[in-house]
């Protein structure tokens, strides 16, 4: 099913452009979204504060950016109250992707979902942002009689 802007009280049509995360150690966050998931530190405009822009092929989908001293925390890793709870990005190469979260020492949550039509990976980064990577079952060779995680119909 394809989402779309459309009908009288669309304003525009639009895409998820990045996401920015507050962190307390813009290093360990980049070092993170590098070396786990593979993204590439690129090009930043020189704001006035210091940060990364990581990059999915041309695209600088992760923003790091410093949290302001003595500033809450605006992700609770512990509730389930209102507010952004995850942002998620779809991919493949799931084996891959699992050794390095092992390699890594993160610990991770893994379902098969909607009747089988989509690998969900769950876990957090350094600033417990919680991130969901989607896969393709088909394209990854799971069924539901050879997956080793939760199933969800």
């Known amino acids: 099913m394809k989402a779309s802007c459309t009908g009288e009280n669309a304003v525009s049509k639009y895409h998820l452009n990045h996401v920015n995360i507050r962190a307390t150690n813009l290093e360990e ?10 993204l590439e530190e ?3 405009p020189q704001f006035p504060s210091p940060g990364y822009w990581m990059y999915a092929g041309d695209m600088p989908i992760i923003h790091i950016s410093p949290l302001e001293p ?7 890793p512990d509730g389930m109250g209102k507010g952004l709870d995850h942002f998620a990005m779809w991919g493949s190469g799931l084996s891959k992707q699992l ?6 020492g993160i610990a991770y949550t893994k379902r098969l979902a909607g009747g089988g039509v989509v690998i ?9 942002v919680q991130i969901e990577l989607g896969f393709n079952p088909e394209a990854e060779g ?9 199933i969800y119909e």
Do not use: M
Not at 70 to 76: A, G, L, V
Not at 142 to 150: A, Q, R, S, V
């Open 42 to 44: 690129g090009f930043r």
């Open 70 to 76: 003595d500033s809450p925390p605006r992700t609770n």
């Open 99 to 104: 050794e390095s979260l092992e390699k890594h």
């Open 29 to 38: 966050t980049r070092d993170f979204y590098a070396g786990v998931l593979g």
């Open 120 to 128: 969900q990976v769950f876990f957090n980064d350094p600033n417990g």
């Open 142 to 150: 799971i069924t539901k009689e050879n997956f080793d995680g939760d």
